[in-house]
Structures are given as C-alpha cells and as structure tokens.
C-alpha cells in the first residue's frame, strides 16, 4: 500500500502534448501531483491538505508547472468539517473508513483534525479550466464515486480527456464506491483504461483517457435520443392534440347529434301534435260532413215532397185562379147586363116619371093606375139594385179570393226559390268542407 506515496518515473504521463490544466483534489496521490513537470502540465490547480500543500508551493525550480494550490479539501457537498487520519499514511478522509479495516485489521484511527471543505462546483469553477485537454488526479479519498458522479450530472467531466485514481476491490469508506462501479462509471461517460498498476491487487491505480469517436458516437446517440424524443414528445403532442381534437370534434359531433335528435324530437312531436290536431279536425269535418249529407238528404227530400205539394198546390191554385178569372169574367159579364138593365130600367123609369108627368097634366083619372105602375117599376128598380149591390159585392169578394190567390202564389213562387237557395249554399259548404278534408292530408304527407 505505500505505493500510493511513492510513485516512480513509470507513471504515463506521456500524451501528445502536455495538458492544459491538471485538477488536484487530495488528500490521497500526493506524489503523482508532486511529480507533474512542466513538460507534463502548463498549470497545476490543487486542493490539498496542509502537508501536500506547503510542499507544492515550496520553491520548485522551473521544472515544475505552474502551480495554484489552495489548503482545502473538496467534497461533493462541502459540508464536512474534520478530516479522519490513521496510523499508516495515504489513507486520510473526511469520511469514517469501513472496508479500509478490513484490508489493514491493525489500522489504528488518529483524532479527526478540522479543515476547510470546498464544494465541488465551487473548485472546478474557480480553477479556471478551459478546453477539453485537462489532467484530474483524483485523490479524494473515500469521494471519489460521489464526485465522478457529480460531474458527469454536471457536464463538467468532459473537462478532462485523461482521469487517474484508485479502484479499491471494495467500498474503504463510508458511502464510497469499489472500484468496478466507479471503473463501470467511466466507462458509461466514454472514457477507456489506458493503464493500470495492480502491484496492490487490493488497491490499483489506473488512468483512463476520453475516447474522442466514443464520445463523438455517444454524443451522436445522445443527439440521436433526444431528437427521437423531442420527436416523440411532439408526436405524443400531435396525438395528443388530435385526440382532443378528435374529441372535441367527436364532443361537437355527438353534441349536434343530440341537438339535431332533440330539434327532429321536438320537431315530430310538435308535427304529430299537428297531425292529431288535423286528424281531431278532420274527425269532425267528417262528423261534420256526414251530418250535413244526413241534413241534405232530409231537406232534399224534405225539399222534393215540399216541391211536389207546391207543385200540386201551384197547379191547383193555377187552376183554381183559372176558374176564378173565369168566373170574374162571366161575373163582369153578368155585372155589366145588370148595369144595362139597371140603366136601361133607369132610363124607363124617367120615361115613366116623364110619361106620369104628361099623364098628371092630361089626365088625372089615371093617377092611381099610374101610380101603382109606377111603384112596380120603382120595385123593380128596387130589386135591380139589389140585384146590383149583391153582384157587386160577389165581385168584390171574387176580386178579393183573387187577389188572396195571386199572393199564395207569389209566397209559394218565394218560398220554392227560398229553398232552391238554401240546397243550392248546401252544396256549396258541403263541397268547401270535402275540399278543406283533403287539404290537411296534403299537407301531412309534405311534412
């Protein structure tokens, strides 16, 4: 185990040129960074503990590279406070050791001596690292899983094309790693073992080198994988937003169809309300129709036999004036000989009254013969007057009877016309209402 303090000229730091900047973090390979010259590194950036500290900033003469040193101690998180010594050198740590004792059963612990701790992003950024072309030596014993890892989560491990440190066969600490996970580590950030000094099997040392083409293809990869992912998560988006356009089409869709559902729902029930409506409407159009064809066929018949009795009764009442104008006429006839006799029996009597007066003057013997011839013409006129006043009266009366005829005739001339009107504006509701009857049917079928 002394070997990590006393490396020999063996060690590989050849490359084709000499790095830019070489990362110490100690306390462990110390002599690997007291080794460096300036034909190894132009600059040497170191975090070590007190003694490895004044030893790299004692003058070196110009073989060495260009050295910054702080007195410090890097960790993950910068937060311990004590740093765990033991009796045999090399093996110091801020972290208890475990598997350490049970390499070295008599490893005897020293009391925990205080030191600065520095995070590690901290170190790397103040040391000032630029390019790819850098030497870590890492020497921090105990971390050196915890800080491999925090750099490569941190980009920061890319830095350095060239890594040394120990790969114990097992865990020496307190939450640290064996070697084979952290020789898997470097492996998975592309980096190759290079070489390695097994004189301790238990506790190797080993350089790997940043392999350029591996990192190129891992980058490539990498690139490859995060646009297949960045192409898959706008494929999902586009899937995504077209299963919710979909579903909002689908959402649209189903809601028309529900909105149309409901406007035809409401739409035939509102027309089946119409059709009942116009079926309740043509039940008593037809209940209508069929009372009024039962009505027009009692007044047809009604009307047929009131036509054939105003017919009967017209021809008899024809009849009947016929005779009267007749009668009228023999009664005018009758009327008129009587007005003759009557003037002519007139026109005697003044004869007579003439002849009486003659006779009164000439002869006064026949007076009383006279006289009574005169009384009997004057009864005679009596009676023709009589006669007169009753053919006269008759005449009146048949006068009357005629003009009582003419009237029936007329009413029943008014009454026939009256009922011809009537059946005449039956026919025409009973036409109007068939016609309204196939109306609505049209109009359903068209609905």
């Known amino acids: 185990m002394g070997r990590m303090q006393d490396i020999g000229p063996a060690w590989p730091f050849a490359a084709t040129r ?66 765990y010594d033991h009796t045999m050198m090399g093996f110091a740590s801020v972290r208890a050791a475990t598997g350490l004792k049970t390499l070295f059963p008599g490893l005897q612990a020293q009391p925990q001596t205080p030191v600065e701790t520095r995070a590690l992003t901290d170190a790397v950024n103040s040391a000032g690292i630029t390019g790819t072309h850098n030497l870590l030596i890492l020497g921090a014993t105990g971390c050196e899983g915890d800080i ?44 190759t073992r ?25 980058a490539a990869l990498a690139d490859r994988d995060a646009r297949i992912a960045s192409l898959t998560d706008q494929l999902d988006q586009l899937t995504r937003t077209l299963d919710e356009t979909r579903d909002a089409h689908n959402a ?29 409407t043509l039940k008593l159009r037809n209940a209508e129709i069929t009372e009024l064809k039962t009505r027009l066929a009692r007044i047809e018949t009604a009307h047929a036999e009131t036509q054939e009795q105003h017919d009967t009764e017209i021809a008899a009442l024809r009849a009947q004036l016929a005779r009267a104008e007749a009668a ?15 003037q002519t029996s007139t026109e005697r009597v003044t004869q007579l009254e003439q002849q009486l007066g003659t ?31 009753i053919a006269l009266r008759m005449q009146a009366l048949r006068e009357a009877d005629l003009a009582e005829l003419r009237d029936r005739y007329q009413a029943l001339t008014g009454e026939n016309a009256h009922l011809s009107d009537l059946l005449r504006r039956l026919y025409h509701d009973l036409d109007f209402l068939v016609r309204r009857k196939r109306s609505p049917k049209k109009g359903t079928k068209g609905g």
């Open 18 to 83: 000499p790095f830019d900047t070489v990362l110490y973090l100690g306390p462990g390979l110390a002599r690997a960074a007291l080794a460096l010259s300036g034909a190894d590194a132009k600059r040497l950036v170191a975090f070590a503990d007190a003694k490895t500290h004044r030893l790299l900033t004692a003058p070196g003469g110009d073989t060495r590279p260009e050295t910054t040193s702080h007195l410090a101690i890097v960790s993950p998180t910068g937060t311990e406070g004590g740093l």
């Open 148 to 191: 491999l890892q925090a750099l490569a989560a941190s980009e920061q491990l890319q830095l350095f094309s060239r890594i040394l440190l120990p790969l114990p066969s097992l865990p020496l600490y307190e939450n640290s790693h064996d070697g084979p996970a952290m020789a898997a580590q470097l492996d998975a950030a592309c980096y």
């Open 194 to 218: 290079i070489w390695t000094d097994t004189e301790d099997p238990d506790l190797p040392l080993a350089a790997f080198d940043l392999d350029q083409v591996r990192q190129a293809d891992r």
């Open 252 to 280: 649209a869709l189903n809601s028309a169809k529900t909105a149309q559902r409901e406007e035809h729902e409401t739409a035939t029930a509102a027309l089946q309300t119409k059709i009942d409506g116009l079926s309740d």
């Open 328 to 342: 009228d006429a023999d009664h005018q006839q009758e009327a008129e000989a009587l007005r003759t006799r009557l």
């Open 359 to 389: 006779l009164q003057a000439s002869q006064s013997g026949t007076d009383q013969k006279a006289a009574e011839d005169l009384k009997t013409l004057r009864s005679a006129k009596t009676k023709s007057d009589a006669d007169l006043a």
